[in-house]
């Protein structure tokens, strides 16, 4: 009974230290957070207004671009699946890669091969250790992405699918799609794909007739030197918003993961210090017993004597 009660003291210790641990991880999730959703909010206007901008040049000019050119018959498409660097947070990076799943499959069914580009250390060991082949991958920045990390993406994505554009079958791809999970609040964060490459971007809902007057829009130097330069920008600015919407979703994910993770070392205390008590209890009245039937044969061999 004495080693049992002292395996159960072990685990208590144990638990309590493991407590410390996610109680800390979950307080510092906690206050990331925060500055993570500042992050993405202060990004939104930036992306919002480039693309509008964009689809001002796309509707209103007669400029055939490559990025925004789709191709009659694509055959290939790039994925970017972003996961996380790390772990315990929960289904977080299993959730967004379930929706790079289904998003492979729908490709696959239409006919078309998949090039798979990863950030983040959990996506980049999914594939490997399935061994799935990777084009590229980025890591390191999951947490606190930047605009140069974002900016990397878009000139690989950007260079494979301008290669498809000019019939390269060794490297370029006729899609490029982006899956990560999107921050709704603090309790909902969705997994979510998108079509990033041809652009698919119209200012108005629907178009406008042949003898309707377009607004009145002056390009300089011209509509394609303006596409030259704001095409890359857009789509930078939409992978650079993906991440920062995945970084606040992360911390999110982390944040109930490590609360669960603590709420459940306390029931495992609980339970612990319970079964203790009660080891320890039955452990003194085996003892009381003891001596109370040492003392009682003592008497009776002692009346006996007599």
């Known amino acids: 009974m004495a080693v049992s009660l002292r395996e159960y003291r072990a685990r208590i210790k144990s638990t309590e230290s493991m407590k410390k641990i996610t109680r800390a991880m979950e307080l510092i999730a906690a206050s990331r957070i925060i500055k993570a959703q500042l992050r993405a909010k202060q990004a939104s206007p930036y992306a919002r207004e480039l693309s509008r901008a964009v689809s001002a040049v796309a509707t209103y000019s007669n400029v055939d671009h490559p990025l925004t050119t789709e191709q009659e018959n694509p055959t290939r498409a790039a994925v970017l699946v972003v996961t996380s660097d790390r772990g315990l947070a929960g289904a977080y990076s299993s959730s967004v890669l379930k929706e790079a799943e289904r998003l492979n499959e729908r490709l696959r069914a239409e006919g078309k091969t998949v090039s798979t580009y990863i950030s983040g250390r959990k996506g980049e060991a999914y594939f490997r250790f399935r061994q799935r082949p990777i084009v590229q991958s980025w890591t390191g920045f999951s947490d606190q992405p930047t605009y140069d990390d974002a900016r990397a993406i878009g000139e690989a994505l950007i260079e494979a699918f ?124 085996q003892e009381i017993s003891e001596i109370v039937g040492g003392v009682n044969a003592l008497a009776d061999a002692t009346a006996g004597s007599e």
């Open 162 to 285: 301008v290669a498809g554009t000019g019939n390269d079958e060794a490297e370029g791809v006729d899609e490029v799609h982006i899956v990560y999970t999107q921050f709704r609040s603090m309790l909902v964060q969705e997994p979510f794909s998108l079509r990033l490459l041809p652009l698919e971007v119209v200012e108005g809902e629907t178009k406008p007739a042949a003898d309707d007057v377009l607004p009145l829009y002056e390009f300089e130097p011209s509509a394609e030197a303006v596409l030259d330069a704001l095409l890359p920008k857009y789509v930078d600015s939409r992978i650079f918003l993906a991440l920062l919407q995945a970084s606040a979703s992360e911390l999110a994910a982390r944040q109930k993961a490590m609360k669960s993770a603590t709420d459940n070392a306390e029931e495992l205390i609980k339970k612990f210090t319970r079964i203790a008590n009660q080891a320890r209890q039955a452990g003194i009245t």
